[in-house]
């Protein structure tokens, strides 16, 4: 039987992203295609969303709801994969600019609840086959907590056959909402508790999806072990063992077409494991875009990367007077929080030709950094996956991570293991950072060992056909789970 997959999610790349997520939402959807499955994707209508897809004809005028007076489900297509696309154009709480979540201030926009409780109603409609009778899903995929109402939706429409799953890439953020808007939603009232939405006297869409789905992923096996403990769990901890064996890792994958650097078009060279002269250009081409010095043998650093406390950047700011000061140079690109922004500017103020800083989001430009670097840092607090470490292992440039999360499933230590593909550390201190840095500053002096470790670094297995299997085996798990 082909399964029929419905994704829902907030963000999908290039249409909108602001993180790995949106990345996530593109390429797995079609692997599953590709691995025969019959899969679709929901979004909010979003300005560029509905810019961009194409084909779009309305299925149902859904009329007034969640505060919107004209609320209408389109069909059309997606730019690239052509996989079907329900938008729901509601103009009167998606047609805004701004991010999805936040204002251009970085305020949540006060709406949020009935932005995001209409996404998961509308997939509930979906999956209850009164939206769309000529497509009923088997499976509905929420991802974040962004899409997590559809899941308390389902469950309780007790007719609904569809199962759905829940994924969560990232629990620190869990769409708390005020108590009093509960009317909004339209459940039970039952649901008001501890034992539902409730989360210390907030409204939490989060635990929606966390206690509601069938099955609930996360997308590394190591996280989802270190969100059962209060130190990952952001208070939920608790609600996640409850779920016990419902609840597994799934590791991401990365799109290994858009990162090829055998193809790649935004980098000055192309290279592949077998002619490696390439990247060696590359690096020369970054070191004189950014103002480097150009020196072929220091050990070029690069971090692309949300400037958050989540990433840890902090410890790179804090190692890197003496890091320099020890020949390494630093490439890095990010936007975020306005301290980090600042301290980072500052940082490329003080070292002139060693360290290069671009506020702001660029597409192409980190795949050249990507590209030019030697080593990426990834020096996260928590990392659910982290997509960029796994970039940098495509493209031979081996990452320099904390091991935590993803990072701890992606990276192999090069001092560790002989098929080491890059430089793990625990301690959350610029210190444990900067002896992780030492150590490829080490490595990297000697040629043919830095070589070795490119080429196993470029074999490493990255791509979605093993996530989408095993994305594809829950599914069977889920739907059983929602029969018994
Ligand atoms: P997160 O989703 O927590 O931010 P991930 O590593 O999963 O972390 O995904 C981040 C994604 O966003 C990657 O595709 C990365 O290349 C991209 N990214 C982050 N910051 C920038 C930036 N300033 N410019 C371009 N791409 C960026
Ligand atoms: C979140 C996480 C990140 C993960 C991404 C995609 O943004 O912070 O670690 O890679 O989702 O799953």
């Not at 069909?75 to 938008?87: H, N, Q, S, W």
């Not at 796994?390 to 320099?400: H, S």
């Not at 992606?410 to 950072?433: H, K």
């Amino acid at each position: 039987m082909t399964m029929r997959v419905l994704h829902v999610a907030a963000e999908v790349f290039p249409l909108v992203k602001t993180g790995g997520l949106a990345d996530v939402v593109a390429a797995l959807p079609a692997a599953q295609a590709e691995q025969g499955a019959d899969v679709r994707l929901l979004l909010p209508g979003l300005p560029p969303v509905l810019e961009a897809v194409q084909g779009a004809r309305t299925i149902i005028d859904i009329g007034a709801c969640f505060g919107a007076l004209r609320v209408r489900l389109l069909l059309a297509r997606m730019p690239g994969t052509g996989l079907p696309v329900y938008v729901v154009d509601a103009p009167y709480l998606y047609r805004r600019g701004g991010s999805p979540y936040q204002d251009s201030q970085g305020e949540e926009w006060p709406d949020n609840l009935q932005r995001f409780a209409l996404l998961g109603w509308v997939a509930a409609h979906l999956a209850a086959e009164d939206a769309d009778p000529q497509w009923v899903p088997d499976i509905v995929h929420a991802h974040d907590w962004h899409a997590a109402m559809a899941c308390a939706f389902m469950a309780e429409h007790t007719p609904t056959a569809a199962a759905s799953v829940f994924t969560v890439h990232n629990l620190a953020f869990q769409g708390l909402f005020a108590m009093h808007d509960w009317a909004m939603l339209g459940l039970a009232s039952r649901l008001m508790s501890p034992a539902g939405l409730e989360f210390h006297g907030q409204l939490s869409f989060m635990k929606a999806g966390l206690k509601f789905a069938d099955r609930v992923t996360t997308v590394s096996p190591t996280y989802a072990r270190e969100i059962t403990t209060h130190e990952f769990g952001c208070g939920l901890d608790g609600v996640i063992r409850g779920r016990g064996a419902d609840v597994c890792g799934i590791l991401n994958g990365i799109d290994c077409e858009i990162w090829n650097p055998a193809t790649d078009a935004a980098i000055a060279a192309r290279y592949d494991a077998e002619r490696l002269a390439g990247k060696a250009q590359c690096k020369r081409a970054l070191q004189a875009e950014l103002g480097l010095d150009t020196e072929a043998g220091a050990l070029v650093l690069a971090v692309v990367s949300r400037l958050t406390a989540q990433k840890g950047l902090d410890l790179v700011l804090a190692a890197l007077p003496e890091l320099v000061r020890q020949g390494v140079q630093f490439a890095v690109q990010g936007t975020g929080e306005p301290a980090l922004e600042a301290a980072f500017r500052m940082a490329q103020q003080a070292h002139p030709g060693r360290v290069h800083v671009h506020i702001g989001y660029d597409e192409a430009r980190a795949h050249r950094l990507v590209a030019g670097a030697d080593v990426i840092a990834v020096p996260s607090r928590f990392e659910p996956c982290g997509l960029t470490q796994m970039y940098g292992l495509r493209y031979g440039t081996l990452p320099v991570v904390r091991r935590v999360g993803g990072l701890a499933d992606t990276v192999i230590d090069l001092d560790a293991q002989p098929d080491g593909t890059g430089f793990c550390f625990d301690a959350a201190t610029p210190l444990a950072l900067a002896q992780a840095v030492q150590r490829a500053v080490r490595r990297h002096a000697d040629e043919p060992a830095w070589r070795a470790a490119m080429v196993r670094a470029m074999a490493a297995p990255l791509s979605w056909a093993q996530p989408a299997r095993a994305y594809q085996a829950l599914y069977g798990r889920a739907l059983a789970a929602r029969r018994a």
